[in-house]
């Protein structure tokens, strides 16, 4: 695995857990300025359904050398979250290739691009939303 390859998280949450969010969005910023973590871009929080995402999420972007340290991260706050690559084909990366921490939620898959004419990993580190 190329350890500079993009992957992306979509961190879930609803009104109870948005404190928690919060927090864990602080963490992954402190990372980004720290060097801690190879965190590439933090998403604003949305408090709504989005795109394929049916509940309240942020997204963050890391290169494939921080996933661990990512997902430690997610796993101890409790939060779900869906962990993918960035490639060229926008379904598989939220179904096939994507793996979640904690409960899976059903995404809206309909709205995501067809494989081959999403922008893939040119998108790597601007936001979906």
Same mark, same amino acid.
């Given at each position: 695995?190329?350890?500079?390859?993009?992957?992306? /998280?979509?961190?879930?949450?609803?009104?109870?857990?948005?404190?928690?969010?919060?927090? #864990?969005?602080?963490?992954?910023?402190?990372?980004?300025?720290?060097?801690? /973590?190879?965190?590439?871009?933090?998403?604003?929080?949305?408090?709504?359904?989005?795109?394929?995402?049916?509940?309240?999420?942020?997204?963050?972007?890391?290169?494939?050398?921080?996933?661990?340290?990512?997902?430690?991260?997610?796993?101890?706050?409790?939060?779900?979250? #869906?962990?993918?690559? #960035?490639?060229?084909?926008?379904? /598989?990366?939220?179904?096939?290739?994507?793996?979640?921490?904690?409960?899976?939620?059903?995404?809206?898959?309909?709205?995501?691009?067809?494989?081959?004419?999403?922008?893939?990993?040119?998108?790597?580190?601007?936001?979906?939303?």
């Amino acid at each position: 695995m190329n350890d500079n390859a993009p992957w992306h /998280a979509h961190i879930y949450y609803d009104a109870s857990e948005r404190a928690v969010a919060e927090a #864990l969005r602080a963490t992954f910023a402190d990372m980004m300025v720290d060097d801690v /973590a190879p965190i590439l871009f933090i998403g604003r929080m949305t408090d709504g359904p989005v795109g394929p995402h049916p509940i309240a999420q942020f997204e963050i972007h890391f290169s494939a050398a921080g996933g661990a340290l990512v997902s430690r991260a997610i796993e101890t706050t409790g939060l779900r979250a #869906l962990v993918h690559p #960035l490639t060229d084909d926008d379904v /598989a990366d939220h179904t096939t290739l994507a793996h979640w921490i904690g409960q899976p939620l059903d995404l809206d898959i309909s709205v995501l691009d067809p494989p081959g004419h999403n922008q893939g990993v040119a998108r790597f580190g601007v936001s979906d939303f």
